[in-house]
């Protein structure tokens, strides 16, 4: 019986120390020991949130289950504090880790001077590849006449956006990466396009509790590991790290060394260069880096144009506004160009609404704090997950005059004028701001205006359209599918 006693004693002072608030901590939600305080699955993770900030302010601590949650709900809060050095890793999430094969690698979840080696290569070679010049935008808008083309397939039927928008955006960045591009019908590309799609869905599904319960997974037995998605997350990102493998070794079978080439020849030119023990160049890394590139570069922009063609025909009176804007600067079978943008102020503030209105990452790439650091007079433990609710900034009242409504004049001065605006911050900020975010901003603007000057996106008859976020979403604001009627525009210029 003394014994018993003792074993609940240590129990109880172990749970005490292990669980107790540490001192300093912004305000927020504790909850019970080991569990913490787990948010409600009805409703999104970030309306939660939002819903504490008149109560703990801008700066909101949450503990669920063994991970301390930091939210930064206030802009100039976020920029400040995602510049900091000690807030630049990646938490060890258990989905980081299994997406990246078992480690910090890559440049999404990287971590430490691997991370830091690999994005400045990965961005210096990128921009060699043209990203950022006009060379790239040659690449865009050749897919652009392939997208249209295609779109011309699926007109008058009710039907989801067809596929070849998300293999148009692959395309851009596969060529720069692989030096190789797909028809816009290829199955493979297709295939690999919905990989994608279905790997961020795993990503957030109950496969998250073992981010939250480190433990949870070596203590797991299989059909658990099944049941809550991790068994899907392994399947899904071990074959598209078979299909980078499988394009890494036909590049190193005809490798020649120092020939100017894609991204993974002058990734495999650097290795052979530094060729030695220490050397953090790796085949390993390389494949993460791949793996990171089309996945990152195709989720983002295509959830984008997908979103944009969601509210152009929700709102017709805006997508008629837009065309009759496109149509008037760049006349029939002229190509789309970035620099266009300057003289398309409402299409921008378009562009931009669509950002700020769907929030697309809402609560930004977790980071983690690499020691005890001090944020706005609250002490940040070591090892505490910071999340920057970047869809705070982007419907907060006090910054926007309609920030739960599709309005583009958020972007426009009283000439109508585009005005760019502080709270916008779609790509994120900081030491780990999106490094695609040039591609992408270019790629958006030529492939929306040449679908908008050559068709228009209409809601299916009886089937309103819904621009409502799924509660389950919890790191990415993708558009539920939807149905769309695609119709070719045949006059040189519609009013």
Not at 80 to 106: I, N
Request: glycine share 6%; proline share 6%; with cysteine.
């Amino acid at each position: 019986m003394l014994v018993e006693a003792v074993i609940v004693i240590l129990s109880l002072v172990y749970l005490y120390f292990t669980f107790r608030k540490p001192p300093g901590l912004p305000p927020g939600m504790w909850g019970l020991p080991i569990v913490g305080k787990f948010p409600s699955t009805s409703v999104r993770f970030g309306d939660q949130v939002k819903a504490l900030r008149p109560r703990y302010g801008d700066l909101i601590s949450w503990r669920v289950g063994n991970r301390l949650l930091i939210f930064l709900c206030n802009q100039q809060l976020i920029k400040r504090a995602l510049s900091k050095q000690e807030f630049t890793d990646r938490p060890d999430f258990s989905t980081f880790f299994t997406y990246a094969q078992g480690g910090f690698h890559g440049v999404i979840f990287g971590n430490g001077v691997k991370w830091q080696i690999h994005r400045r290569f990965v961005l210096r070679h990128l921009r060699n590849l043209g990203m950022g010049k006009s060379k790239v935008e040659l690449d865009i808008q050749e897919e652009a006449v392939h997208l249209v083309e295609d779109f011309k397939k699926h007109t008058d039927k009710d039907e989801t956006v067809p596929m070849s928008l998300g293999v148009a955006v692959f395309n851009v960045i596969w060529k720069m990466v692989a030096g190789t591009r797909f028809r816009m019908d290829d199955q493979r590309a297709h295939d690999l396009v919905s990989m994608v799609w279905s790997i961020n869905d795993t990503f957030q599904g109950p496969v998250t509790l073992f981010n939250f319960f480190p433990w949870l997974e070596n203590w797991s037995p299989k059909w658990l590991k099944e049941k809550l998605g991790l068994k899907d997350l392994q399947d899904l990102s071990g074959e598209l790290f078979s299909i980078a493998k499988e394009y890494v070794k036909l590049h190193e079978d005809k490798h020649e060394p120092n020939k100017e080439g894609d991204l993974i020849d002058q990734y495999l030119s650097a290795m052979k260069e530094e060729e030695n023990e220490d050397s953090i160049l790796s085949v390993k890394e390389l494949l993460v880096v791949v793996l990171d590139l089309f996945v990152a570069g195709l989720e983002t922009t295509s959830s984008t144009l997908r979103w944009a063609i969601l509210y152009l025909a929700k709102y017709p009176e805006i997508q008629r506004r837009v065309q009759r804007e496109i149509d008037n600067v760049l006349p029939r079978g002229t190509k789309p160009q970035y620099q266009d943008r300057a003289k398309l102020p409402y299409f921008e503030a378009v562009l931009n609404e669509v950002n700020r209105i769907s929030s697309l990452v809402p609560l930004g790439v977790p980071h983690m704090a690499s020691q005890d650091t001090q944020l706005e007079g609250y002490i940040i433990p070591k090892g505490a997950v910071l999340l920057p609710h970047l869809e705070c900034s982007h419907k907060d009242p006090e910054l926007w005059e309609k920030p739960d409504q599709f309005y583009p004049e958020h972007f426009l001065d009283a000439e109508g004028k585009f005005v760019p605006r502080e709270g916008l911050m779609p790509f994120a900020v900081g030491r780990r701001v999106c490094l695609g975010e040039s591609l992408a901003r270019v790629e958006i603007v030529v492939f929306l205006a040449a679908l908008l000057q050559n068709f228009t996106f209409i809601a299916p008859e009886g089937e309103p359209l819904s621009t409502e976020n799924d509660p389950k979403e919890f790191s990415l604001n993708s558009p539920k599918p939807y149905r769309i009627t695609i119709r070719e525009r045949k006059s040189e210029v519609e009013k």
